[in-house]
């Protein structure tokens, strides 16, 4: 089991900056993904960001060069970087996380919402 608990949502200017946080404990050994997904209203989830365990983050073409996605091995916590919002991006963002050692298990964070609106 891995548990994962998101931060960092509020509301901000459109040209603004947040940055998200997600921890995980727990089994954390056996985690091979990270990811942060986002739902806007009346739309699909939909991936943001994507960290493999191994090899290289990709990115929604929506974000690419505004939002940057990184990971501190120490603290277990992946971070979201998000630069020049838009009222687009307002959204409940996700962090996902797979896990498992015989089989991927997929684990999601609460949810924290990011509006952006003047």
């Known amino acids: 089991q891995v548990q994962v608990v998101e931060s960092g949502g509020g509301l901000v200017q459109p040209g603004g900056s947040l940055r998200l946080s997600c921890a995980a404990s727990g089994s954390i050994f056996s985690i091979n993904a990270w990811g942060w997904y986002r739902q806007g209203p009346g739309k699909r989830r939909e991936v943001v960001a994507f960290m493999p365990s191994t090899g290289s983050t990709t990115y929604a073409d929506s974000v690419k060069g505004r939002f940057t996605m990184s990971r501190d091995n120490a603290r277990n916590t992946v971070y979201l970087r998000m630069n020049d919002l838009k009222p687009e991006d307002t959204a409940v963002y996700y962090c996902?996380?797979?896990?498992?050692?015989?089989?991927?298990?997929?684990?999601w964070g609460q949810g924290t919402q990011v509006t952006v609106s003047s």
């Open positions: 996902y996380i797979g896990a498992g050692t015989r089989e991927v298990y997929d684990y």
